[in-house]
C-alpha cells in the first residue's frame, strides 16, 4: 500500500465524517448520549481499518460509512417524528434525590452507589447532600441539582428570612404533546391543562413547544414560533 492510496482513502473517509457530522447536527461532548458515543467510536473504527486494510478500496469506504451515517440519520427522524420512542431509545432522565432525600432504588436502576453520587454532586460544586433539594441524573451521565433555598448563592440565612419550601418544576409539555406520565403525577388532568393554556391566550397543546408547571409559580408557556409565509 503506498501513500497515494492512504491520502485518497483520509480525505475521502474526513469529507464523509464531517458531512455526516453536520447533517445530524452539531452537539457538545457533554451533551452526548451512550448511544453516540458508540457510534463515534464505531465510525472511527471502521474508517481506520479500511484506510490500511490493502483489499479494502474506495468504494467500499464510502459504501460503509454512507450506510452508517444513514442509519443514524434514521434513528433521528425517527427520534424526532415519534416523541414516544425518546424514552425508550435515549432514556428518562432520573430524580435521585426528591425533596432532599436519596432514592435508592434510582440509584440501583441506574447502576450507581453512593460515591459515584457525591463525586457528580462535587463537580457541580455541591459538596454536602443537605444542600440539595432535587438531583436528576440526566441521560448523558451527567447530573443537574435544584438546592434548598438556604444554600443558594444569595442565601435566605444571610438576610434572615426564613426558608421557603422549594419546589421542583415539571415539564407539562414537550413539542406540541403532552407528558401524560407528569400531568397525572401532579394530580391534573387534561382538563385543567386546556383551562390554564385558555388563561394565557394558547388555544390548543399542539400550538405550544414547551411548557412547565411549578406549586409557587403556576404554569411557563413557550409556543411555537409562527414562521413567515
Do not use: H
Amino acid at each position: 500500500m503506498d501513500f497515494t492510496d492512504i491520502s485518497i482513502k483520509v480525505i475521502i473517509g474526513f469529507f464523509l465524517l464531517f458531512f455526516i457530522t453536520i447533517i445530524l447536527g452539531r452537539t457538545t461532548i457533554k451533551q452526548l448520549t451512550p448511544f453516540d458515543f458508540v457510534s463515534a467510536i464505531v465510525l472511527s473504527e471502521l474508517l481506520g481499518n479500511a484506510i490500511y486494510e490493502q483489499n479494502v478500496g474506495v468504494f467500499y469506504i464510502i459504501y460503509t460509512i454512507g450506510l452508517w451515517g444513514a442509519l443514524l440519520i434514521i434513528m433521528e427522524k425517527i427520534l424526532l417524528k415519534f416523541k414516544k420512542t425518546r424514552a425508550y431509545l435515549e432514556g428518562k432522565p432520573s430524580i435521585i434525590i426528591r425533596d432532599g432525600k436519596i432514592d435508592r432504588k434510582e440509584l440501583k436502576k441506574n447502576r450507581m452507589n453512593l460515591n459515584q453520587l457525591l463525586s457528580l454532586l462535587r463537580q457541580s460544586e455541591t459538596f454536602s447532600i443537605r444542600e440539595v433539594a432535587y438531583a436528576i441524573l440526566e441521560t448523558n451521565g451527567s447530573i443537574s441539582i435544584l438546592k434548598k433555598n438556604l444554600f443558594q448563592k444569595v442565601t435566605l440565612e444571610d438576610l434572615n428570612i426564613a426558608p421557603a419550601p422549594t419546589y421542583l418544576c415539571t415539564s407539562l409539555i414537550l413539542d406540541g404533546e403532552i407528558v401524560e406520565d407528569n400531568l397525572s403525577e401532579l394530580g391534573f388532568d387534561k382538563t385543567w391543562l386546556d383551562q390554564q393554556l385558555q388563561a394565557q391566550g394558547v388555544s390548543s397543546v399542539k400550538d405550544v413547544l414547551y411548557a412547565d408547571w411549578i406549586k409557587d409559580g403556576g404554569m411557563y408557556i413557550i409556543p411555537f414560533q409562527k414562521t413567515g409565509s
